[in-house]
């Protein structure tokens, strides 16, 4: 699947991002990717995101927030310096916690 810039694969439980998760896409991948998180999902692989702000981030921790809702867990791997970077500014790091990062 597909949204605006940003490809969206599944393997598994196993949901992998290429592209870009930004405010221009965001809204829409947050309810595109909702939607795969119901599946079962327990893991998001960001080693091919390209570009990412704030608003990735926001995505990234409202998708942590339903699964949980839901009774389940969901880590990220390969999760981007500069995504750690701005998790930390914004002290938030701590929701990242069981997240790998990138290979560098």
Request: contains cysteine; negative net charge; aromatic residues 4%.
């Amino acid at each position: 699947m597909s949204v605006a810039g940003l490809e969206v694969s599944v393997d598994g439980d196993v949901l992998r991002l290429a592209g870009r998760l930004d405010f221009g896409n965001a809204a829409a991948a947050y309810r595109t990717i909702g939607t795969s998180l119901a599946a079962g999902i327990a893991r998001i692989d960001l080693s091919a995101l390209g570009q990412a702000d704030s608003a990735t981030l926001a995505c990234l921790l409202a998708w942590r927030a339903q699964s949980e809702h839901a009774g389940r867990a969901l880590v990220f791997s390969a999760v981007p310096e500069s995504l750690r970077a701005l998790a930390q500014v914004s002290g938030v790091d701590v929701l990242l916690r069981d997240a790998t990062p990138a290979a560098v």
